[in-house]
């Protein structure tokens, strides 16, 4: 008898052995893909998701000075349309923005380092940049515009004067005014400046003969300034949109922040801010200097 169930106790045994490593294999697995041994590298956790942002409770935006959409007052104090829709986009999530200034060139590169949230600032959406970033929906329109200064082209009989060699055309670096301006003033000598003060300056200055930049700032440059430049064309050079940049692989950002478009287009809040700052007056009266 004990003869014959020797074999049958060694399969007993095998089998309990297999059972035991199944349940360690299973047990382990488990383990790895449970939500709490992923919490250090889980994508909500990583700066610049809705999930860290939420859980920080601070939006880090990007923006670039540009009148009226950031403009930078003598006491230091950030305003402008971006800011107004930062803040209100930071009421909406619960949280608080925290204000990161940038040349316009530096400002996606900020974005891929992951020191900033969000870029906020008029960003123009192109094919190109969306290979870097994630856009949202359209919330905001304009269109790219030109100043001349006066002096220097008094003689001209109109903007095609300015493609030629002997003219100087400013631009700010990295944005969609200097692609343009290479192929409508593809004869003229291009200068590109980091910030849109500094082109301003040299258009005012008579250092450029012309400076292409969104209509905002070249139409409050035209009207703060007639004697000195002038805004020689009667519709934009080109038709743009913007939207909210934020970092790739997060649906659920992209997803609230076209919900938070929808909204604010329907309550008319978008409009409002838009009209106040591109359409008003009043916020000019406040600025202590004129760009």
């Avoid at 939006?59 to 305003?79: A, C, E, N, R, Y």
């Avoid at 692609?179 to 849109?196: E, G, H, I, P, Q």
């Avoid at 409009?271 to 009043?282: I, T």
Wanted: glycine share 6%; aromatic share 8%; charged share 20%.
């Amino acid at each position: 008898m004990n003869t014959h169930q020797r074999p049958f106790r060694i399969l007993l045994n095998c089998l309990v052995a297999m059972l035991c490593c199944f349940l360690v294999a299973l047990s382990t697995a488990q383990a790895e893909n449970s939500p709490k041994s992923h919490s250090s590298t889980a994508p909500g956790s990583q700066p610049g998701t809705l999930a860290h942002v939420l859980e920080k409770g601070t939006l880090h935006v990007g923006v670039s000075l540009f009148t009226p959409w950031t403009i930078k007052q003598p006491d230091g104090q950030l305003v402008g349309y971006e800011i107004d829709v930062a803040k209100q986009l930071a009421r909406d999530l619960g949280v608080q923005p925290e204000f990161h200034v940038f040349d316009w060139e530096k400002i996606i590169p900020a974005l891929l380092n992951r020191k900033i949230d969000i870029i906020i600032a008029g960003i123009t959406i192109t094919p190109q940049r969306a290979l870097k970033v994630n856009f949202s929906e359209p919330y905001d329109s304009s269109g790219i515009g030109l100043v001349t200064n006066i002096a220097l082209t008094k003689n001209f009989k109109g903007p095609k004067d300015l493609d030629r060699p002997d003219t100087i055309i400013a631009t700010v670096t990295g944005t969609i005014s200097e692609d343009l301006a290479r192929r409508v003033f593809s004869k003229a000598t291009l200068k590109t400046f980091a910030t849109s003060q500094e082109a301003i300056e040299a258009v005012k200055t008579g250092k450029v003969h012309g400076y292409v930049e969104h209509e905002a700032i070249t139409t409050v440059l035209a009207l703060d300034h007639p004697e000195i430049v002038d805004e020689p064309l009667s519709k934009p050079l080109l038709e743009t949109k913007s939207g909210f940049a934020v970092h790739k692989g997060d649906p659920d950002f992209i997803n609230f922040l076209n919900a938070w478009i929808i909204s604010h287009d329907v309550d008319t809040w978008l409009s409002s801010a838009h009209k106040y700052w591109f359409k008003g007056v009043e916020w000019r009266k406040d600025m202590a200097t004129k760009p």
